[in-house]
């Protein structure tokens, strides 16, 4: 007798859960796990967005891999652009979060001077920056010039036009430096305390017990980093167009490019599909992460 | 006792004019921008560079906001942000609820699938979406840049409220089911008044989000007037209007913040822009 009510009940609860899920179930089948499956398969096919997508197999992937020597020099730009931008930002993120975490005057104010470009909309700052990498007026040499450097050509030249988007980048630590920050205040300062009685030196404290602490949070934002870098678009698009000669025309750009303009939708697929497989290990990665945390 | 003193007070020292120095890079190329912003145009390009133009250049505002309709594109920017920002406040906190407070068959799963979904790379999307949004004949509207916010509003930010959610005690839902409040009550009345923070957080990212995004809005806005056109561009002929300024509008609103001289570059880059939406 009180089997059947608690019965309904609970499908009324249940179906009370997918109510309130459903916005994200139709999300994530329409915009999510569809467009996925949907790159898969027009990878596999020549299709110009007017007539149906016709199957040619592994077409495009052999071209990619052997007739296209503009996709491997993508995917080098963005290899070039993740690693440098990532390890940099990681770098002097984690030691100047080491500086910021000192308790002291004004620290709040330099945390918000570090912080502020981050929240800058995102197009005028590359415009300023194009300003400032002028090879004859820009800031940057002039400033090189007052030591007597002859500045690079930077956005102009092969060579300097990935390092200089990402020096831009760093402009953007600030993300970083927050995450750190927050990394170290779960520290416990017992652990600093105990190694300076036994007379360790700040920079021991340093690499003994705030990396080894902090390796979660490293890994965290080297994994972030390296996810969100493998999509830079807006920076060559805005700044560079992707030239002087293919050195920022990042994979992104070159999907863009491919979809949009030359609407050889089926290869570019074939492009996004394999930077996805490229990318999945970190997502993978990520993905644990995140499950630990989810499960407290 | 004394050297030690002395030792705390050299670190002080290092340690702020570092950070003193850093803060000053960062805060140059800012300061820069504004002092251009004030300067005419001969002395934008002088060596050495004028730090305080004199006399300031205030005109400079006032012509950037007339060459062109400044306010609309404004609001346009303005208005995409704060729909995806209800959006996603709405849709977000309601499936969070659901993954964090109801139980149903299939629920840590589809959460599981949630957080893999977290961080696929926007290139594996991008054409399918668009290809959805041509056929559902939504490109050129601000349909594909809000309607996805309502669709709860992106896995990171249902992440987000979850593990907050999970931490408001089940006692207090509890409480409120004994006196018979529906679960949309509870939700609404109970979890949503106690979780301001991560709503607020949650609405920063998402206006920061909407705001700098490029990719989408370039894809699903800027182009495809021409192969679009045929069908229902005509149609949506004012829309389309209103998107091609919406782009422009964000490239000159950027740049009128400079001055007369880096506006002549933005309109540069803006036939440029031109060029390639026409193709």
Redesign the interface.
Known sequence: MPEKPKSSFWKR?????????A??????V???????F??FF?SFTTYD??NPPKLIGFMNYKILFTLDPSFLKALGNTFYYMVGSVFLKVLLGLI?AV??N?A?K?MGV?RT??F??V??????VM??????FNP??G?IN?FLGVFGINGPLWLNSPIWSKPALILMSL?GIGGIIVIFLAGLQGIPTELYEAAELDGAN?IQLFWKITVPMLRPVIFFNVV?GL?GA??V??EA??MT?GGPLESTTF??LM??KL???D?Q?GY??A???V??MI?VP??IL??RI??K??E? | MRSQKRMKLIREIILYTVLTLFSIIFLIPLFWMISTSLKQEAQVMVVPIQWFPKPPQWRNYIDAVKAFPFFRYFWNTSFLAILNVVGTLFSASLVAYSFSKLRWKGRNQLFYITIATMFIPSQVLIIPTYLLFSKLGWVNTYLPLVVPAFCGGGAFNIFLLRQFFVSIPDELLEAARIDGASEFRIYSQIMLPLSKPVLFTVSIFTLLFSWNDFFWTITLLARSRKMDSCSWAKKFSTTVYYHVELIDGCIDTYCSSFNNNVFCISKEHNERFRFKWEW
Do not use: D, E
């Open positions: 609860k249940s179906l009370v859960g997918y109510l309130f899920a916005p994200w179930i139709i999300g994530l329409c915009f999510i796990i569809g467009p996925i949907a790159s027009l967005g007017i100047f500086l910021l000192n002291g004004f330099f001077i570090f502020l470009p929240v800058l909309p995102a197009i005028p415009f300023l920056w194009m300003m400032l004859s007026s800031l002039q402009w700040k972030t996810i493998s999509q678009f807006a698009y805005v167009g994979v992104n999907i863009y979809a949009f303009k609407v939708m570019a697929s492009i996004s599909v930077m996805f990318l970190l997502t990520l993905f995140y499950r945390q989810a407290f």
